[in-house]
């Protein structure tokens, strides 16, 4: 296997946790390259739901190491209460978690901004997670970042973060009125910092050992690559790379070392939070699909947009990143529709060239399967229509499938030759 990439292909929630906690059976490593507590990961053992948000999602799997690279956003507090949450169910961390040094950290400071950044741009407000994650990419590109390796000296990360919310205050860019509730979160802030910088490690290093020992290793995408701070749907994004390019920057190995990038791709489309989505559907086939689907975002429990599959942008997001084979989850969730279509082109415009609000889609229309293919787990064994939908988005996008999901536990999953 070596180092194996799993990425969302679409504007996240693809279903990358589940493919992750399914693959890692026999992996050594998963580790995670960027984003933060926005993500969202769901995983089903047994029936039993665990959503990890920062940790990657070989943790369920007692063997397996877990890396936060250089490229993620740290928030020790969230950290903290996702380790317990964990460890109740009996997976330990002690010696499995390695947090890079590098990597920068989100602070009660940069919560509030993204809070107030967000009400301050009213209707045209970006959706965000809330979890500060643009407030901290933003310190860390601007060279006012905190990294973890900081957090070895408490006293100074007091200091400073003391002036920077004092700064904030003479700004205008945080109301005097949260004060009181901020040097709570940051008291709070302090404690987990302590706790999380016992998992501080130099993962560059570690990462390489275990490439060249030739250990295997499953690489995490949080979001989608439609969310990508410079492909996604600007400014209607997040603030880090989530496509392949930047496997290496945000984990320290170098691009030759990887080799798989599998895209995650759900059978339909989705989107949570503001901003374009072509495809969407504000009908009946929207609700149809947001039930039988259960979608409901995994962070921020909004309602998740529904629409048909783009095959234009996901024809886009297989050029960017590359994909060596693409994964499509959540097959089942279109067993009872008698059509199901795709869109092939817009009629006015293209993207990136033009922006994607106002672009109309055109469609094909396949038959549906009306076959619960849930229990189903040969290639061979689905329906010819539900084999004929595979492959047509194969050809439209060009690049294999080479596994297919249906359903949301570890063992609903068709490999396909
Ligand atoms: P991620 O952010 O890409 O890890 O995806 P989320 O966990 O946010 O959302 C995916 C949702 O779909 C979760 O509730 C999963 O349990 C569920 N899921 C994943 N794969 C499948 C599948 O093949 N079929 C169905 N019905 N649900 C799935
Ligand atoms: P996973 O890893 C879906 C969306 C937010 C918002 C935009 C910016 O579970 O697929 P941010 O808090 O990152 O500044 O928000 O990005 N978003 C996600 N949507 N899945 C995610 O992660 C997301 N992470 C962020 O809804 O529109
Ligand atoms: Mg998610």
């Known amino acids: 296997m070596s180092v194996v990439s799993i990425l969302g292909a679409q504007w996240g929630d693809e279903g990358k946790g589940k493919i992750v906690d399914m693959l ?12 933060g507590a926005n993500a969202g990961h769901t995983i089903l053992i047994k029936n039993e739901e665990t959503i990890l948000h920062q940790l990657p999602s070989g943790v369920m799997r007692p063997n397996v190491k877990c890396v936060l690279g250089n490229g993620m956003v740290i928030d020790p507090v969230l950290l903290v209460e996702e380790i317990e949450m964990v460890e109740a169910k009996g997976c330990f961390v002690k010696n499995r978690i390695y947090i890079s040094y590098l990597a920068n950290v989100v602070t009660p400071l940069h919560k509030e901004l993204d809070c107030s950044l967000e009400s301050s741009l009213g ?30 000296n408490l006293a100074a990360v007091k200091a400073n973060l003391e002036e920077k919310i004092n700064r904030a205050v003479n700004q ?26 016992q998992y501080a490690a130099d993962t560059i290093t570690l990462m390489n050992e275990m490439v060249a020992k030739g250990s295997n290793i499953l690489v995490e995408g949080a979001q989608g690559s439609l ?14 790379n989530t496509t392949s390019g930047n496997i290496s920057t945000g984990l320290g190995i170098g691009p030759t070392k990887i080799d798989e990038i599998i895209g995650v791709f759900k059978a339909y489309q989705t989107r949570v939070g503001a901003g374009p989505f072509p495809t969407e559907q504000l009908n ?7 039930q039988i689907g259960g979608e409901i975002g995994a962070t921020t429990k909004r309602k998740r947009r529904c629409g048909w599959f783009d095959a234009v942008l996901a024809k886009y997001t297989n050029q960017i990143n590359g994909f060596t084979s693409i994964i499509l989850t959540k097959l089942d969730v279109l067993d009872d529709f008698d059509e199901i279509k795709i869109c092939t082109d817009y009629a006015n415009g293209n993207f990136p060239e033009d922006n994607l609000e106002g672009l109309k889609p055109e469609y094909i229309t396949l038959p549906g399967w ?48």
């Open 370 to 417: 009306k076959t619960d293919i849930s229990d189903i787990r040969k290639w061979e064994d689905l329906p010819a229509n539900t084999k004929n939908y595979v492959e047509t988005i194969e050809r439209l996008v060009g690049v294999k499938a080479s596994r297919v999901s249906v359903g949301k536990e570890r063992d609903q999953i068709i490999e396909k030759k």
């Open 227 to 240: 969310l990508d701070i410079d492909y996604g749907t600007y400014p209607f994004v997040t603030s880090s």
């Open 284 to 290: 009946e086939i929207g609700e149809k699909l947001q």
């Open 123 to 152: 209707t045209r407000a970006i959706g965000t997670t809330k979890k500060g994650i643009g407030p901290c990419y933003a310190d860390k590109v601007s060279r006012n970042g905190l990294l973890v390796k900081d957090l070895k």
């Open 24 to 35: 890692s059976e026999n992996v050594h490593c998963v580790a995670r390259f960027q984003g």
């Open 172 to 197: 205008n860019l945080i109301n005097s009125d949260v004060l009181p509730l901020l040097k709570e979160e940051c008291d709070k802030f302090y404690q987990a910092a302590a706790l999380i910088y």
